[in-house]
């Protein structure tokens, strides 16, 4: 992230604080590609940005807030996608330019919103920015997201780098309100979190003036079932036959636009290349030995395609090689173009197998697949930067993602587990003791992410197994999408589950997002589970955004802090209990508690674990100067039990030579947790004086 050091005064008497609000037209800086988007938006006259956090997206959001009052933007961060996307719309239907962010997985909760608005359009331009994961580094799937916005039929543009980025944003303000028509924009992790070179241009400070006429330009144009008639249809049929003929003049449209152009080879094969896809090619045609130049066909508009510049383009050619990011959306349009004007054309890509089907594109399979188009040498890295990787490859080792040290889900989770243990020992007269944990993403999404867990050869048999684990990484069951864990446990429930504790868990601003309605449903159709909520008072796993929970808005402004407690009964949870994961005794008592009400009068109960997120309190109190202390291991008294090692925490490690455990002083955080796991009392705090997590 770029930030200025200190705030800066501009010649037009605007105080900045990061690189982005610069007003310098003509310059240019290395921008992250998210930095870029928000430039972009300021540069289009931005006067409404919404988004969920969600990697790798974020950043857009994060840095407008940064800039939004010396701009006058309204920024915020919603609660979900779909709302965001609803506050978006709503900016866009009294005529003011919005910008809506998320990342792959977060377009899906928007859909039924996206798919109706296009029915009528918009008077201002509304921009939908959404950030792909190719190889699902941050995320569960690697979704492409160009395949949705097609389906709802609106224009898709699609970045080759960070300084195309800010142009598309830019433009697409201006293209959606020539169309009145939302415009998509779509990214992808090599993009979005790298730094590439990004020339500014003019801030557009006139903002559109703000208004609202239901009948502007179609009769009822902002209720799907209006009376509106055309072309013999009437209501959503009719609002449909509108926005096609929209999407006919789009496709003339991108006939011209500056996204899409060619470059002359000197050979019969081509290369079609759209988005990250054209930047990789660029790069494999430098290292390739130039004997043969293919001709390019960059793509900036995957939806619509510009077909008659594209027809022309393989009319000349005997095969083209498709490089794109994701599913096989432009091959399989060209491949049906080609049906009409060259049907003698090889067409290469994904669908043919050159380049494979799943995980991210990369440099080295469009090097390996361009090279066989061309019949040409490659550059091969010179024995220099092997025996660098080599040698880097020996002191990475290789890990899974975990729970930082002092996390107070570490807390959570130790007393989940023993908790389940005692509850199903305690009911063995009426369970198997096979318990289920529904998990849900987040900070504690880590409780499921057992990659480096032994092997289990799977089982067979439809029947009840308890499984066994010795650590919080494999305490999970399930776990799919946002909000999904508490929804799966009604439903095995319900389905007559009954052979252990069914519980979900999910985190504070998850709880926001998704969770609500399904609390109320769980409550209305009364399902006996019991529900989890940690509340670390902020967004974490995407880098602290602030939540209802945290007090304060994206810009910093304060707020109301809103209790997940006050919300479930409200809700209709009667059961509710609040504790600290800090202090393990009582929070399990709670937590016991909890379950016993839920197993003997089948009620939906719910246990708030709050404590304020480790990292969070660390920096807070490391700017205020103050010491934090560590705890160490009394090797004497240590008995080698290893039960600290299982609490989870990566400060603690284990000595195989003298069979004891150990701490790491540059990791600890003085939480506490090992000491109250240790049976013999071998864990402390280094001084008497203590000043640290657990005293705030």
């Not at 926001?512 to 509340?535: G, R």
Request: aromatic content about 10%; proline content about 5%; hydrophobic content about 40%.
């Amino acid at each position: 992230m770029f930030k200025i050091d200190g705030n800066a005064l501009l010649t037009c008497g605007v105080v900045v604080v990061h690189i982005v609000g610069l007003d310098k037209p003509g310059v240019r800086f290395l921008l992250q590609g998210n930095e870029a988007v928000a430039r972009g938006a300021l540069e289009g006259g931005v006067q409404v940005a919404t988004g969920y956090p969600g990697t790798p997206s974020s950043e857009v959001i994060e840095t407008l807030s940064e800039i939004a009052k010396d701009y006058g933007i309204y920024v915020e961060w919603s609660v979900n996608e779909k709302v965001a996307f609803d506050v978006a719309v709503g900016a866009a239907v009294v005529g003011a330019r919005a910008l809506v962010t998320a990342k792959n997985a977060g377009v899906n909760w928007y859909m039924d919103m996206f798919a109706t608005v296009v029915y009528g359009g918009l008077p201002g331009g509304l921009v939908v920015y959404a950030a792909d994961d190719p190889g699902a580094f941050y995320s569960s799937t690697e979704q492409d997201t160009r395949p949705l916005a097609k389906s709802v039929g609106v224009l898709i543009l699609e970045p080759a780098d960070q300084g195309e980025s800010k142009e598309m944003v830019k433009l697409g303000f201006d293209y959606s309100e020539r169309f009145e028509l939302p415009v998509f924009v779509r990214s992808v992790t090599r993009i979005s979190h790298s730094t590439g070179d990004v020339l500014f241009g003019e801030i557009k400070k006139e903002r559109n003036k703000v208004f609202f006429n239901r009948h502007y330009g179609l009769p009822f144009r902002y209720n799907v079932y209006g009376p509106y008639k055309y072309k013999g249809e009437v209501g959503p049929s009719a609002k449909h036959a509108w926005q096609l003929e929209k999407l006919e003049i789009i496709k003339e449209f991108v006939e011209e636009v500056p996204f899409n152009w060619v470059e002359e080879g000197d050979t019969d094969v081509g290369i079609v290349a759209s988005g990250i896809g054209y930047s990789y090619v660029k790069d494999v045609l430098a290292r390739l030995d130039g004997s043969v130049k293919p001709w390019v066909f960059k793509i900036g508009t995957p939806y619509p395609l510009p077909i008659r510049k594209l027809s022309k383009f393989l009319s000349n050619l005997r095969e083209v090689l498709v490089v794109e990011e994701g599913d096989p959306l432009v091959e399989e349009e060209i491949k049906a173009l080609s049906k009409d004007c060259c049907p003698e054309i090889k067409i290469l890509g994904r669908e043919s197998g050159t380049i494979r089907s799943f995980g991210e594109l990369g440099l080295s399979q469009v090097l390996k697949a361009v090279s066989e188009l061309t019949g040409s040498k490659y550059y091969e890295p010179s024995n220099e930067r092997r025996n660098i990787k080599a040698e880097i490859k020996k002191i990475i080792a290789p890990r899974s993602s975990m729970l930082c040290a002092g996390c107070p889900h570490l807390g959570t989770y130790w007393v989940l587990r023993f908790a389940l243990h005692k509850t199903v020992n305690k009911y063995r007269d009426r369970f198997k003791g096979a318990w289920i944990v529904n998990g849900d993403i987040g900070c504690y999404e880590m409780g499921g992410y057992g990659l480096f867990a032994r092997e289990i050869e799977p089982w067979r048999e439809k029947t009840t197994k308890r499984v066994s684990f010795d650590n919080p990484y494999e305490i999970l069951d399930t776990n799919y999408i946002m909000g999904g864990g508490i929804g799966l446990a009604q439903g095995q429930y319900h389905a007559g589950y009954r052979e252990g504790p069914i519980v979900a868990v999910a985190g504070d601003s998850t709880f926001f997002h998704a969770c609500m309605p399904a609390l109320l449903n769980a409550t209305y159709n009364k399902a006996a589970i019991t529900f989890l909520v940690l509340d670390n008072s902020w967004t974490a796993m995407t880098g602290h955004q602030p939540a209802p929970t945290t007090g304060f808005t994206a810009t910093g402004s304060p707020s109301k802090t809103y209790r997940i407690e006050d919300v479930a009964r409200a809700l209709g949870v009667d059961d509710v209990w609040v504790v600290d994961p800090y202090d393990i005794k009582s929070a399990e008592e709670a937590l016991l508690k909890a379950m016993d009400k839920t197993i003997n009068e089948s009620k939906t109960t719910l246990v708030v674990f709050r404590r304020e997120c480790a990292l969070q309190v660390v920096r807070r109190l490391t700017r205020e100067g103050k010491v934090i202390t560590h705890y160490l291991v009394d090797v004497s008294k240590c008995v080698g039990c290893r039960l600290c090692v299982q609490l989870g925490c990566p400060a603690i490690g284990w000595d195989e030579s003298s069979r004891k455990a150990f701490i790491d002083s540059t990791l600890c955080v003085s939480c506490s947790l090992c000491a109250q796991v240790c049976p013999v009392k071998a864990i402390k705090p280094s001084t008497e004086k203590v000043v640290g997590v657990k005293e705030v």
